[in-house]
């Protein structure tokens, strides 16, 4: 068995993972992330976590990185006919979400329900994102507040509290359709990043599942 | 593959203690960290519905709707009872414009194409950039003093023409091709020439006897749901009227095929396509012949005396129309004589009387029936439209002198609007170069006639150097785009309406946001606003206003709506009208009519003057004088639940609607050996297409009908009947998605998203209207 770290230090830690994935998600990678990529220490935790990131990014130059990475960003996220939009309502179905009404849409079901857990807990979307509730970055960002706020939570005592809010959310929004939708994505590119990148996210979400919700998947996620 | 979370959380440390996500976050992340929210936050439980009042516009006829919103998301679009055009009645378009705004293949950042133009690849930027990089191209064709250089075109653009011609008339070009009359070039050319309005209102509501040429209103007139309403009324309920009791209307249908509409009337008569101004004049013939002509209102409405008019339809006999329209003549005298006897009584004419060579000549003999049996502008009758029009705030930009050698107008000296189908094509024949060609949601690779040649031709960058499209989809046309600018759709946006007033009372009606517009998506009227702001020049001193102010300006000279509170009143009501205002009937008896005469002008001096007959006549189509044996005409038409290019991907209405097989005659068909399903080949002067044919007997023999709307190859995925790459089951029940290839057998009906017929219609235009020849395509059917 091994030990268990601080509990309060990991909040910080998956706090600052799903930090990375939202930021991932939302915007094509400038400059900076590439550097922060390139850095000793992420190749090293990329290369340990056997995702072949780290050569591709390495290979190229920084300005025609940035440039290929935002056309694939483009391709997989915002242009038909070959996007798969990354939006929860869009996997999850429509308003009338029984087998015999299904609805592809945005703003759905899932998206209304979103809206309302960030209400409920007093999380604002700034308006000038313009952002969709469901939206992949936007839910993985909430999930990064919301672990930060576990990590804040140690000194008065609501620890418990906030992650079985976390893990309700978790379980409802992001652990139902990320998985399907990184598969989605792992199979239409062949952009080892953006391969990588849905990997990452998937096994990541799965081990905070089995974490969270202790559900019952082992510690070690096979994909 | 294994993924330890203890490396994740390294990759946490890492972030955390090297470089710091958090930091980047910080400093790159657009403001997109989630805040915590104050008190201020709302924890409504979204029970509560607040209806917006707005308008509808994914149809021409703009009824009044509701929006009604939870969380911030609109969950339903419904009738809104207060409109007086609408009365509360809304068609499946109307609803499914949750679809329309919510579809997931929206485009919702400004996209800028990399590599080669409609290969595919594309990369966001910012709408910094896009205004930018728009202003950059711009500056330099205005400093050049070729401002013609920029073309502007829109699709259908009803509700902001004034707007983008504004735009482009500040910029000083005069290629601003977005004048979009109700009902096409050709009807607009016929009315006015005859009585000087645009288009005419049938009141049917109050009709005894409406008589059908070429028109389907169950399914597709340009005002259909208001129109529609009014015909079930007239046709189901004894109304009262004055002090008698009026029957229930008749509704007699001239038709190449059973539409909605024909098969809803009391009868149908199959006629040759484009022989309906004959039929029309035969019957005015009979009418004058009979004595049956309103000789007052001719003697004092019109331009031409009884006797002349007689004797100009002496030869239009029965008899002749029997031989060239195939009507009986029998039939045509009994109708004519029932038309003329039942006053009230209206005609409706719409695109099968108005979209042929000979559009013009045809709808001013059916208009001649109206006349000359005095039912125009009478309750029940034909009657003029009553409509506010709109203020151009000031200062407005002065018409360019210069004339624009691209809107055809040259060799149609009558027409009225610019040909819109063949823009593209003169600029292929190096009729203007131009630098910037910007389009709003205008999509001609699908909507104009030989598609594959504008598909060429905005490929070809010598001749379309630079393409802005600003569309909220990504359509066939928008795929070639060198900047793709997403444009709020009409449910996320605020704008003014008037249509026609079926109560003949005017109104205005206001379009306003139900939400606020998606992603990054922008109205056309911001977008424009920022745009001349960028361009500067001198232009922008036309655009010192926002949105808002300048629809107050709009309105501002119409007294009784500034009284009521102008737009702060739309925005709580979504309609105004004067209620001291009674029902306008024979308006012309105050003003006469909006001619040079100042009557009705059966006799056209105008068209006298630029060589064309000055009565209405009937003028065969040369192209049906030389069909041949084995060959047959091919109609479109369009759907109850479709607008043309831009609804098939709202996924309720492709569920109803979704492909369009070839309608052909029982006896047609056996004469080619075909059976219900079998694949065919349609061939074309301009081009060939493959579908399957279904053998009906509503048809004229000579005649093929094809649907609209249908065979999208690069809009969105149900345009297309894709099934979703989706693993969720319920993705799959997209029931007629589509394998490659189609579905033929009677097993498989009803599957795959169609064909396109528009790619092989070849260009053609009426030579007064302007307008292209829909319904003019001979073809030859092969089976495959």
Known sequence: MKKKEHPNHEAAKRSAVYALLSRLFLKEPGLEMIRFLKSREVLTLFESLDLPLGNEILKKDEASLIHELSLEYARLYLTPPSHLPPYESFYVGGFRDDMENFEPSLQG??????????????????????????????????????????????????TDRVRQIEGQFLAEHPGRWIP???????????????????????????????????????????L | MKFSRRTFLQLGAVGAAS???????????????????????????????????????????????????AYGTLIKIGPNPEHPNSRGRMCAKGQAGLNLVYDPDRILYPMKRVGPRGEGKWQRITWEEAYHEVADRMKPVMASGHQEEFVFQSDRDITTQDFTRRFVHAFGSPNAFVNHPLGGPNKQLAQQLTWGADFEIPDVANSEYMLIFGSNPFEAHYLRTSFVQRMVEARSIRRFSADLLRPKAKMVTFDVRVSQTSGRSDEWHPIIPGTDGLVALAMCHVIMEEGMED????????????DALKQHLKDYTPELAEKI??????????????????????????????????????????????????????????????????????????????????????NYPLAMTELHHRVLPMIKEGRQRIKIYMTYQHNPVYSNPEGKMMELILKDEDLIPYYVCIDSFMTESAALADLILPAATYIERMELEAPPAFEMVPFISLRQPMIPPLGESVPITGILIEMARRIGGGMEKYFKFDTEAYLQERISAIQPLVEAGGLEYLEKNGVFYDSTVKPQYEVFKEKGFNTPSGKIEIYSKRMEEQGFNPLPIYDPIPIHQTIKEGELYMVIHQWMVHTHDRTANCMWLSEIVHDNPVYI???????????NYDRVKVISKAGEMVSSVRVVEGIHPKVIAVGDSCGHWGFGRIAQAEAFKSQDPNTRLLWWGKEKGGFWSEEERDRGNGVHPKPIIPILSDPLGGGQCWMDTKVRIVKV
């Open chain 2, 19 to 69: 470089l710091g996500v958090n930091k980047l976050l910080q400093t790159q992340s657009d403001a997109m960290e989630l805040i915590m929210g104050g008190s201020e936050v709302s924890r409504t439980t979204g029970k509560h519905l607040k209806p917006i009042p707005s308008t509808c516009l994914n149809c021409y006829a703009r009824c009044g709707n509701y929006g009604f919103n």
């Open chain 1, 109 to 158: 079901k899932a998206a209304v329900e979103v809206r309302t857990f960030y209400h409920e807990y007093g999380i604002l979307i700034p308006e000038e994102a313009k952002l969709l509730p469901d939206h992949i970055g936007v839910e993985l960002e909430a999930l990064r507040l919301l672990s930060e706020l576990e990590s804040q939570a140690a000194d008065s005592g609501h």
């Open chain 2, 325 to 410: 329209s195939g009507v009986p003549a029998k039939e045509i005298r009994r109708i004519a004589k029932e038309f003329a006897s039942s006053k009230p009584s209206t005609t409706i004419s719409t695109g099968g009387v108005t979209k042929h060579w000979n559009g013009v000549y045809s709808e001013r003999c059916v208009a001649l029936l109206n006349i000359i049996t005095g039912n125009v502008d009478i309750k029940g009758g034909y009657c003029l439209p009553k409509f506010y029009t709109f203020k151009e705030p000031e200062p407005a930009p002065p018409v360019p002198r210069m004339k624009s050698k691209l809107n055809g107008l040259s």
């Open chain 2, 295 to 306: 000789r007052s209102f001719i003697n004092t409405w019109t331009n031409y005396s009884p």
């Open chain 2, 665 to 675: 005659n029982s006896m047609t068909a056996r004469k080619l050996d075909l059976k």
């Open chain 1, 180 to 222: 399907l939708f990184s598969d989605l994505i792992i199979k239409k590119t062949e952009n080892p990043f953006y391969r990588a990148v849905s990997q990452l996210t998937r096994a990541f979400i799965d081990s905070e599942l089995t974490e969270l919700t202790h559900r019952n998947v082992e510690e070690e996620v096979a």
